[in-house]
């Protein structure tokens, strides 16, 4: 008899697990700079009027927490999005720092934004060296 030739149909990619990470990853660390800017005056002994620092680092927290939710969407366009929103995240916390919205006075400060915008833009390269996975 003859074999027939079987075509398995072209396996889909699974997802990797390091994008899901990486969009949870981003989705808390917008909450918690959200926290923090809700923080700054929910805890000051006197009330505060709502500043340009409270808003602007309230918006790069949603900037990152959008970023995060559009990758888990694990569309192409969403990821291009958050790549986008990535930047944004990047070029406020520049702003804030250059403008003296969010002055930095001590090294331990100075290190942290620098690690800050350093693990945003590892997020961002991570998500175009793995734009294929994405549909």
């Known amino acids: 008899m003859y074999a027939s030739a079987k075509t398995n149909p072209p396996r889909q990619q699974s997802f990797p697990k390091s994008l899901k990470v ?40 949603v900037f990152s927490c959008i970023a995060g939710l559009c990758v888990l969407t694990k569309k192409k366009n969403s990821a291009i999005l ?7 995240f990047v070029i406020g916390r520049i702003i804030m720092i250059v403008s003296g919205f969010s002055p930095i ?31």
């Open 22 to 61: 990486v969009a949870y990853l981003m989705i808390v660390f917008g909450f918690v700079e959200m926290i923090i800017s809700f923080a700054r005056n929910f805890f000051a002994a006197t009330p505060s009027p709502v500043t340009p620092t409270f808003i602007l680092s309230s918006l790069i927290g």
């Open 82 to 88: 958050a790549i986008g929103f990535l930047g944004l």
């Open 105 to 135: 006075v001590s090294d331990f400060q100075s290190f942290a934004v620098i690690l800050e915008i350093s693990i945003a833009v590892l997020f961002g390269v991570h998500l175009v060296q793995n734009i294929q996975y994405f549909e």
